[in-house]
């Protein structure tokens, strides 16, 4: 098993040019590219082991994929292919639940799987409401559980009101609206991430986009091609203005990081508990991009119970901050950290328990009385963001990680980055 060891950092000062490209919108480019009869040219793709399992997905369903300097060309086929094999998502529930709502009206049979981890998580979120269209989808536990196996059918037009807010959810009736035989309506009861939306529509497709609801009109010919600059992820970002925030003295610039507002929500988080950090050179239309510096300050607790689906990939890291700060902070509604890459409000609540942080675990969250860090080896659960907040963790006082080798699913670089602001090594 991969450990990863991190020294204690003194202060820094520094500017960071390369955090990984997003992962949510590489994912998207990929799959969408499928949607249209010419090429997408796609600049700064992230090449992490679950968008590129994507391209391979992307592949077998008959694309052609060639690289140029930084862009991907990606050329579908005139027809989507009945691959021989299982397409593999790795450790990424976004491409699984992606491609169940995109091949479910698609002519052929298709069998997907992932990891240990992945065939672990719930799909029953879109299969169910893809079933009660017309889906032909099935899996363990009655296609809750990996390997799903899909016959790609006719899907019938739809009004789907959401109970829960999620991306992935809203993308997956999204992409099986696109085939139905009618105009659909998907609904949900706060603003999820909105990439599918944007993307989409800038393919050309019929999105009517109406407060929390979205209806769809099915395609009657191929989208236009993508033609689109991947900014930097910011969920990755947010690991090192983290450690700004966190490690006295210290500032950075952080380059070229993709803004849309559904994606900040961590940042704005850290801003009330006290930290010092703006937005600059601004620019882009559809998904805009800029630099985002950060500077030291003292923190101070925080209570979070709203905009949860726009910050559930940074709470583990916000849970570091919330250590470092000054009294109690709470997270409510977060219940869907239970069915992420692993059980994030355990896990998260085991390891800060670990490293003498107190804090109790809630149903829908937990809370952080913020302490004095102490050195410990914690688990990583198979979890790239729960190994990667340990990480930064590891700033303030030195941290052993377990099972470390999953931070390559979404953010290759980390430790290479991480290394230029203390010693940090894998054994």
């Not at 991969?2 to 960071?16: H, Y």
């Not at 299969?127 to 009660?132: K, N």
């Not at 899907?155 to 999620?166: T, V």
């Not at 949900?188 to 529509?201: A, G």
């Amino acid at each position: 098993m991969t450990v990863l060891k991190v020294d204690a950092a003194k202060s820094f000062n520094t500017t960071i040019w390369d955090i990984a490209p997003d992962k949510s919108i590489s994912h998207r480019a990929a799959i969408f590219a499928l949607l249209s009869d010419k090429s997408s040219y796609i600049e700064n793709f992230l090449e992490a082991e679950d968008s590129l399992n994507s391209l391979k997905i992307v592949q077998s369903l008959g694309a052609s994929v060639k690289k140029e300097s930084n862009h991907l060309i990606i050329t579908p086929p005139s027809k989507i292919n009945e691959p021989a094999s299982i397409l593999d998502c790795g450790n990424s529930g976004t491409a699984m639940r992606l491609l169940i709502g995109f091949l479910a009206g698609v002519d052929g049979f298709f069998t997907i799987h992932g990891d240990k981890y992945l065939a672990t998580r719930p799909m029953n979120r879109v299969v169910d409401p893809l079933r009660e269209i017309g889906a032909n989808i099935d899996g363990r536990e009655k296609g809750n559980l990996s390997p799903i196996s899909i016959r790609g059918s006719s899907l019938n037009s739809f009004n789907y009101d959401s109970k829960i807010a999620s991306a992935q959810v809203k993308s997956a009736m999204i992409l099986a609206a696109l085939r139905a035989n009618g105009v659909s309506t998907i609904s949900e009861p706060f603003k999820s991430r909105d990439h599918t939306e944007k993307m989409l529509l800038e393919m050309g497709a019929k999105i009517e986009i109406d407060g929390l609801k979205n209806i769809v009109h099915p395609m009657k010919k191929p989208l236009k091609p993508l033609e689109i600059y991947i900014g930097a992820d910011p969920s990755s970002a947010f690991f090192f203005a983290l450690a700004a925030a966190i490690v006295p003295k210290s500032s950075l610039t952080l380059k070229k990081i993709l803004l849309n507002p559904t994606r900040i929500e961590a940042f704005e988080v850290l801003k009330k508990m006290g930290a010092n950090i703006e937005y600059k050179n601004i620019s882009g239309e559809h998904e805009i991009v800029g630099d985002i510096e950060v500077n030291y300050s003292k923190l101070k607790a925080v209570d979070l119970e709203t905009n949860i689906a726009w910050l559930i990939d940074e709470i583990p890291a916000l849970a570091i901050a919330f250590a470092c700060a000054s009294g109690v902070s709470r997270v409510k509604n977060a219940k869907e950290l239970r069915v992420k890459e692993s059980d994030r409000i355990s896990a998260t609540v085991q390891n800060l328990k670990k490293c003498g942080i107190s804090c109790k675990e809630y149903e829908d969250g937990f809370e952080v009385e913020g302490g004095e860090f102490k050195s410990a080896e914690v688990d990583s659960f198979g979890d790239h963001r729960i190994a990667m907040s340990f990480a930064i963790a590891g700033l303030k006082c030195g941290m052993r990680i377990k099972d470390s080798k999953c931070i390559n699913a979404s953010f290759p670089n980390f430790i290479d980055i991480l290394n230029r602001l203390s010693s940090a090594y894998e054994d």
